[in-house]
């Protein structure tokens, strides 16, 4: 079975400055999908970023990139220029490609930006 | 907003209640979900279904009990509940066959079992 782990319950941001959030994952699958979700206060979790294994240059969506170390299982997702907007909890997630889409979730990362 | 939605946002019952839980969503996807989060451990998933069939029951205690009339709506049935069935219950929804595999989730139902 795939496990996730995020070993970061909460970590905190100055404004505009930039933060990485860790996670690590196990699997014997050489081909899978990661994800990075926030969900922010009493919001809808939505999707921030997605990886798939197969690919080796690193995902980027605007002020949001990971770093894929695929030898390592690690999937971090780095914030630059933080904005008070992306307080939230984080979740790092894992699913295979060839299995049904099951969504293994660890459990997440509480960031606080602060103005 | 993802385009999911969920009836009720809260909900306190007792355990000898008979409640339900609503969830819809209008973006033609086929597969729906039920997740349970609860604080400090990762979302558990409960049930998915693809094109009205259950594909997925992840060991979930008979008094959860799902149903999926059709693809765009979800409901979760609930009947004698624990108080550690106290979680937020979210809904997703995802097409079978797209290559960005997201899950599209709904605000989710806070469940208060007293």
Same mark, same amino acid.
């Given at each position: 079975a795939q496990t996730v782990t995020q070993s970061q319950p909460e970590m905190s941001v100055q404004e505009a400055e930039t933060v990485t959030l860790s996670c690590t994952y196990d699997t014997s699958e050489s081909n899978y999908y990661l994800f990075w979700y926030k969900q922010p206060p009493s919001r809808q979790m939505i999707l921030v970023i997605r990886q798939e294994a197969y690919k080796q240059q690193n995902a980027t969506e605007n002020r949001f990139s990971v770093n894929f170390q695929k030898a390592a299982k690690s999937f971090s997702l780095k914030i630059s220029d933080?904005?008070?907007?992306?307080?939230a909890m984080y979740f790092c997630a894992f699913m295979n490609s060839?299995?049904?889409?099951k969504v293994t979730f660890g459990t997440g990362t509480k960031l606080q930006v602060i103005p | 907003e993802t385009g999911v939605t969920q009836t009720p946002r809260h909900l306190v019952m007792g355990m000898t209640n008979k409640k339900s839980l609503k969830c819809e969503q209008h973006?033609?996807?086929?597969a729906m979900y039920w997740y349970k989060q609860s604080a400090k451990k990762p979302l558990e998933l409960m049930f998915v279904y693809n094109f009205k069939e &259950?594909? /997925?029951?992840?060991?979930?205690?008979?008094r959860f009990s799902p149903e999926c009339p059709n693809s765009s709506h979800l409901f979760l049935h609930l009947h004698?509940? &624990?108080? /550690?069935?106290?979680a937020l219950y979210l809904c997703a929804s995802s097409k079978e066959?797209?290559?960005?595999?997201e899950q599209y989730f709904g605000p989710g139902t806070r469940l208060t079992v007293t």
């Open positions: 933080s904005q008070l907007g992306d307080t060839g299995g049904y889409q | 973006l033609g996807h086929n &259950q594909t /997925e029951n992840n060991s979930v205690p008979s004698t509940l &624990q108080p /550690e069935d106290s066959g797209q290559l960005t595999y």
